[in-house]
């Protein structure tokens, strides 16, 4: 498809969002039939009711509770999987002009769903979502914290306040820092509005209508309220993102890992090697996306390799012929000159195979598999290396 046509296409789709907004959060669990489910669908809307009643949103810390749903979501998404992987940049651009564009709201036809604000409802929830999940954060925080506060935004930021409380994992703890000074800018620009508001003198002047549309004092008050209460969930989204991290650390699994890296300083390994382990170990605990837990996957598979092959180098007899290069070939040379057994070996094997099936061939990675590739890679070095210790290996020269 082309990149005009797929852009025109996508205004259409926003046109329809505009008037006719899909998007909405959902239970994850699968409605019951019959009155039962009638029942827990009313729980499902109470419970949403409940956290939209406080400012600051009070976030659900299992991410997993509620789902994201937009009909004209997975239209954008079909459109956007059409383009080549060049013309793509080009439309998420596109796509963040509407934050830019005033008034981005029209009046609903129906007593509308949230979100929405004083009968208004706007496609701009949508631009956000889309923008957020398809790697465009950084496009989103640019333009939020240039937006000039018209009535768009006030759904705009709004929502902002559900994606937040409702999935706060979308958002890496750096993110949340760039999201929260977006925020602020935005609100001071409408903060010298506001103010300007309270003066007879000046308010006829800051008075703007955009369409039909008043960008009035109620208007400019909700986004200020709104901001003061992101700014105080992004603390929060920092916070628990933080406590997730530390209540999943293994205190044996971190010392261990010490001694592998104690004993590769020892030995002379690689700095390369070395720095491998620390680079899988960061993006295990600060990975946010299955994209960064595959690179995770990707270095712990990497560090097995290169493990196996320069402790081969090493062990290697003075005068011998060069050991074999390769995974299969050097686990075998390792059986055969006794630093692992054969039952070591097939563990081995079998880990490396569910490292590679797991990182290397699948786009994404998951958390379980990231937590059990990490924690065993970490241990079976541990093994190996008190294993060639015995073998006798020379240790690296202190100076």
Not at 187 to 211: A, E, I
Request: aromatic share 10%.
């Amino acid at each position: 498809m082309e990149l005009r046509d797929a852009i025109e296409k996508a205004y259409q789709i926003l046109d329809e969002e505009r008037l006719f907004p899909t998007i909405k959060y959902a239970l994850r669990a699968k409605q019951q039939e019959g009155w039962v489910g009638a029942f827990v669908g009313m729980g499902e809307g109470y419970e949403l009711q409940f956290v939209r009643s406080h400012r600051p949103r009070q976030i659900v810390e299992d991410p997993r509770r509620w789902v994201f749903h937009s009909t004209n979501y997975n239209l954008l998404s079909a459109l956007f999987s059409q383009l080549p992987a060049t013309a793509r940049p080009a439309f998420l651009s596109a796509m963040v002009q509407r934050i830019s564009i005033p008034p981005a709201c029209a009046r609903a036809a129906a007593p509308p769903a949230e979100p929405s604000w004083n009968g208004l409802v706007s496609e701009l929830p949508l631009v956000a979502e889309f923008l957020v999940r398809n790697a465009a954060k950084n496009l989103f925080f640019a333009a939020l914290g240039e937006a000039q506060g018209f009535p768009g935004h006030v759904l705009l930021i709004r929502h902002l306040e559900d994606m937040i409380a409702l999935n706060f994992t979308l958002f890496t703890d750096a993110e949340y820092e760039r999201l929260s000074r977006s925020v602020v800018n935005l609100g001071f620009t409408v903060r010298k509005r506001l103010v300007q508001y309270d003066d007879p003198q000046t308010r006829q002047s800051v008075h703007v209508n955009w369409q039909d549309f008043d960008m009035d004092w109620r208007a400019c008050k909700e986004i200020v309220d709104a901001e003061l209460g992101i700014k105080e969930q992004c603390r929060k989204a920092r916070y628990l993102d933080l406590k997730g991290s530390l209540e999943g650390f293994n205190l044996e699994i971190n010392q261990d890992k010490e001694a592998v890296q104690s004993y590769l300083e020892r030995f002379g390994f690689s700095n390369t090697l070395r720095a491998s382990l620390d680079e899988a170990d960061r993006l295990y605990h600060e990975g946010a996306t299955p994209f960064e837990l595959k690179s995770c996957m990707g270095h712990l598979r990497s560090f097995m390799e290169n493990l196996h092959a320069e402790a081969l180098s090493r062990i290697q007899p003075k005068g011998a012929p060069p050991p074999p290069s390769g995974w299969g070939p050097g686990l075998t040379h390792l059986r055969q000159t006794g630093v692992i057994s054969k039952t070591e070996v097939g563990f081995a094997a079998s880990l490396y195979t569910l490292i590679s099936d797991q990182a290397v061939h699948p786009l994404i990675a998951e958390k379980e598999y990231a937590r059990l590739a990490r924690n065993i890679v970490v241990e079976y070095g541990l093994l190996f290396l008190r294993r060639i210790e015995k073998v006798g290996i020379p240790q690296a020269d202190p100076r």
